[in-house]
């Protein structure tokens, strides 16, 4: 069972500067999901995807976000411009279904210097 | 709006001891799930309850459900060391999924 994989664990960039993120789900899972979490808090839910379909997006996802999952399988979640208040854990999960729970990959830490 | 509210959000504990983490959530829902988290480390699935009334339970940990109160329960029973992590639960209503803060727990010898 390869769970959960994301790219880069860690991300170190100047402010300004776009980066990108890349999830890859257990295979037969057709739900993937992106969460930011910070210290001390909960994951706060981004977007997720079934199949290709981005079907859900949060007000946290301003228009410097944008999450791709083209062919179904692997997605990206790039941040153009970043900012200092962008630094946290970028966490992926997939799931079969909605019912089934996620599993969640290791997350990459974004920190914005 | 969806909320998730835990408490306490600390909870530091003896060996032996027993206690409940709570998880009132404000919409109907009839799926609530349970995460742990240790320090520097991802979500680990713990329970799924998928209805009214449903208690799940591995090692020292037992969870229940109550759609009816919009609440959820995580009881430690007899706690050792090795369950200090950070619980969270999350309702899994609609698909804005929502997570609560988290309750740190630290176990003391």
């Known amino acids: 069972d390869t769970g959960v994989s994301q790219n880069p664990r860690h991300k170190i960039t100047k402010r300004g500067q776009n980066v990108t993120f890349r999830c890859d789900p257990i295979s037969e899972h057709n739900r993937l999901y992106w969460y930011r979490q910070t210290l001390g808090q909960g994951p706060e839910f981004l977007t997720y995807?079934?199949?290709?379909?981005?079907?859900?997006k949060s007000r946290l996802l301003s228009d410097r976000f944008s999450a791709e999952r083209p062919k179904g399988s692997f997605s990206t979640l790039e941040i153009q411009r970043t900012e200092q208040g962008d630094s946290a854990m970028y966490l992926c999960a997939s799931s079969l279904g909605s019912r089934q729970p996620q599993h969640f990959g290791d997350g990459t830490r974004l920190s914005i210097l | 709006e969806l909320k998730v509210e835990q408490n306490p959000l600390f909870l530091s504990m003896q060996e032996g001891k027993n206690y409940t983490i709570y998880c009132n959530y404000s919409?109907?829902?009839?799926?609530l799930y349970w995460y742990r988290q240790d320090p520097g480390k991802s979500l680990e699935s713990l329970f799924v309850?998928?209805?009214?009334?449903a208690v799940k339970q591995e090692g020292r940990l037992m969870a229940s459900l109550d759609t009816k109160a919009r609440l959820s329960t995580l009881h430690i029973t007899a706690a050792v060391h090795d369950l200090s992590a950070t619980y969270f639960c999350?309702?899994?209503?609609?698909?804005?999924?929502?997570f609560g803060k988290g309750t740190k727990l630290t176990v003391n010898p």
């Open positions: 309850l998928l209805s009214n009334g």
């Open positions: 919409t109907t829902s009839d799926r």
């Open positions: 995807f079934q199949n290709e379909a981005q079907l859900e």
């Open positions: 999350y309702q899994g209503g609609s698909e804005k999924l929502v």
